[in-house]
DNA sequence: TTGAAAGCGGTACCAA
DNA sequence: TTGGTACCGCTTTCAA
């Protein structure tokens, strides 16, 4: 049977621009590769021709001979968390610049991890990027199938994953030394949902140096949102009997939530009569109404670092499981006083 | 030369599996095809040994012989504009539903979409979803590449192409409506930048519906993000002589930015002295500091509005194009004083 | 119901 | 520098 005519079909092949520039398959192919052995003047016509037919190499066949698939499969939880749409911009436009592609994985709820880990089986991408929880099934998972993974802020509970970390432990005392040097007796702690790594991380460091300190913070939980911190300090608020003096948050935007609280259900005074501190440092941390003092994530090193040491996988698979940690850099806002000065 | 081994190989084949199976590599295949004919004891067999191998059909050869890859590009141009998360967080969710992958590109500026373009042929994804302005000559290529396209918020400008759109001009109506009958008369608009299609929808429906009640509004531009909000407020500030009574802000952000500017820089009351109003209806929009008084866009029957559209045209392709336009919601919020009563 | 075989659109090796 | 050719891993007739 004839080879079907250039017109039938949507888009041009090698084949095509082939015939009418009178050379074999092999030689548009070459023409295409970088460092290929092309007469000039071959590749002058063949190049005429793939210009007039629009032709581009169709990446599909290329991966499936090369297994190469030049897309990487990120994976992120929940993208209306206002910190993540910053991380995945900078993961999305960094590896565009390597020419590489982004098959996006937008979660409603860590749930859906297995079905998504099905789609990233099968279309083979190089490595992947996850900003989720994952079991250690589905790590060793990963380790089977011998795709490279980096892990961004979260961690490889019982077995050692390359990942990409913000230090909350740090940031914690960092927070936690300021407020107690402004003489804070009395403190609550908004945490997060307890199987986020990032948030019982801070939460627990938080708590720690608290403890060191001699003070036992009161602790309530909520979701990393808004809402969870406008409800988080209206708990705290009954808990500690208006006693509270300073309440440390697990993001900024629960931080904003309980300053808004504070401010307008209980007309305190923010920072006077509470302080609030958050984690983050997200854009609405830095508006006018809130400064929220808090603990910025170096974001753009971050995503830098998580690129870097998936393609050094890709490249080397048996490089050994490597943990980069951050520093955040502290914000001082004026949600909340640190001492002394 | 004989078939490599399969744990050469980092996944099971098809061939891994009909030889373990005992059956012929198309038996597996039809194990895989939903309604394809296979002895229920063939299928016990070959599906109890692709568990063992872990065997998932290889997406790509799937793609390069049916010509369906399954995915859809999505180009967003700044993701960091707090509105396209939660439309991106939508559309994924939904094409995952579907079973249908996203390829993410999100651009930086809207220079790069060329080279996002060359991507998007050479993958030969079904269709695409774009959150960005493309020139005449890119749509038409779409249309020669016969490549279903929906645009998000933007519309063909000289030719016709299927387009999900906010009503702009119907929220713009209600919000200079409320504005007018609250006896405010000095108006000044904060605009986007010239290129942006709904910007400059929002601005020339506000300008019209205010000259045709006899007001000629003040006119600046910046930036769609809280700084531009500032700025924006800043330079009306002066060249209203401090007369102004209201603004309308291109979107939310700007809003918040403007208020934020006028309480805290100008000590001006909002929305006492100075009403305030925006578009879009994100989330800080209704933090309690600001409320602002806006139109919320629709976004969940947006975004499935333009999987629907995309979907059906890459099932039928020959479908006229087609623009649907969704009127928005009036968030009252406090930020202006919207009359009377 | 099953297996053989012809592609899909490229890459890359080999001989000319 | 070129063209021929054997794959990559799957889907899909077509016979058996």
Same mark, same amino acid.
């Given at each position: 049977?004839?080879?079907?005519?250039? %017109?039938? &079909?949507? /888009? *041009?092949?090698?084949?095509? $621009?082939?015939?009418? @520039?009178?050379?074999?398959? =092999?030689? +548009?192919?070459?023409?295409?590769?970088?460092?290929?052995?092309?007469?000039?003047?071959?590749?002058?016509?063949?190049?005429?021709?793939?210009?007039?037919?629009?032709?581009?190499?169709?990446?599909?066949?290329?991966?499936?001979?090369?297994?190469?698939?030049?897309?990487?499969?990120?994976?992120?939880?929940?993208?209306?968390?206002?910190?993540?749409?910053?991380?995945?911009?900078?993961? %999305?436009? &960094?590896? /565009? *610049?390597?020419?590489?592609? $982004?098959?996006?994985? @937008?979660?409603?709820?860590? =749930?859906? +991890?297995?079905?998504?880990?099905?789609?990233?089986?099968?279309?083979?991408?190089?490595?992947?990027?996850?900003?989720?929880?994952?079991?250690?099934?589905?790590?060793?998972?990963?380790?089977?199938?011998?795709?490279?993974?980096?892990?961004?802020?979260?961690?490889?509970?019982?077995?050692?994953?390359?990942?990409?970390?913000?230090?909350?432990?740090?940031?914690?005392?960092?927070?936690?030394?300021?407020?107690?040097? *402004?003489?804070?007796?009395?403190?609550?702690?908004? @945490?997060?949902?307890?199987? =986020?790594? +990032?948030?019982?991380?801070?939460?627990?460091?938080?708590?720690?140096?608290?403890?060191?300190?001699?003070?036992?913070?009161?602790?309530?939980?909520?979701?990393?949102?808004?809402?969870?911190?406008?409800?988080?300090?209206?708990?705290?608020?009954?808990?500690?009997?208006?006693?509270?003096?300073?309440?440390?948050?697990?993001?900024?935007?629960?931080?904003?939530?309980?300053?808004?609280?504070?401010?307008?259900?209980?007309?305190?005074?923010?920072?006077?009569?509470?302080?609030?501190?958050?984690?983050?440092?997200?854009?609405?941390?830095?508006?006018?109404?809130?400064?929220?003092?808090?603990?910025?994530?170096?974001?753009?090193?971050?995503?830098?670092?998580?690129?870097?040491?998936?393609?050094?996988?890709?490249?080397?698979?048996?490089?050994?499981?490597?943990?980069?940690?951050?520093?955040?850099?502290?914000?001082?806002?004026?949600?909340?006083?640190?001492?002394?000065?």
């Amino acid at each position: 049977m004839a080879k079907k005519d250039a %017109s039938a &079909r949507a /888009s *041009a092949t090698s084949y095509d $621009v082939a015939r009418r @520039a009178g050379v074999s398959q =092999s030689a +548009v192919s070459r023409c295409f590769r970088p460092g290929a052995s092309v007469a000039p003047a071959t590749r002058a016509r063949i190049m005429a021709v793939a210009g007039e037919l629009g032709y581009q190499p169709n990446a599909i066949a290329q991966q499936l001979i090369t297994r190469r698939s030049n897309m990487v499969a990120v994976v992120i939880s929940n993208l209306t968390n206002l910190y993540y749409p910053e991380v995945l911009a900078e993961i %999305s436009q &960094r590896l /565009s *610049a390597r020419d590489i592609r $982004v098959l996006l994985f @937008a979660l409603q709820t860590e =749930s859906d +991890v297995d079905a998504v880990l099905d789609q990233i089986w099968r279309y083979r991408v190089d490595g992947a990027i996850v900003a989720a929880r994952l079991s250690t099934g589905q790590l060793r998972q990963f380790a089977v199938r011998q795709v490279p993974l980096v892990l961004y802020n979260r961690i490889g509970e019982e077995e050692p994953v390359a990942s990409v970390c913000f230090d909350s432990t740090g940031g914690a005392r960092q927070l936690v030394a300021g407020l107690v040097e *402004a003489r804070h007796c009395h403190f609550g702690i908004i @945490a997060g949902p307890e199987d =986020s790594y +990032v948030g019982e991380e801070r939460v627990r460091a938080a708590t720690d140096e608290l403890r060191s300190h001699g003070f036992e913070p009161l602790l309530v939980r909520g979701q990393f949102d808004y809402a969870g911190g406008d409800r988080g300090l209206r708990q705290l608020m009954l808990m500690s009997d208006s006693k509270l003096e300073a309440v440390i948050c697990a993001n900024d935007l629960m931080a904003i939530g309980a300053i808004d609280c504070a401010r307008h259900a209980f007309s305190i005074a923010v920072p006077e009569r509470l302080s609030v501190v958050g984690f983050d440092g997200v854009g609405p941390a830095t508006w006018a109404s809130y400064q929220v003092t808090t603990v910025r994530q170096p974001v753009r090193r971050m995503a830098e670092a998580a690129i870097e040491m998936l393609l050094e996988r890709i490249e080397r698979p048996d490089l050994p499981p490597e943990r980069r940690l951050f520093g955040g850099q502290l914000l001082p806002g004026s949600s909340a006083r640190l001492g002394p000065a």
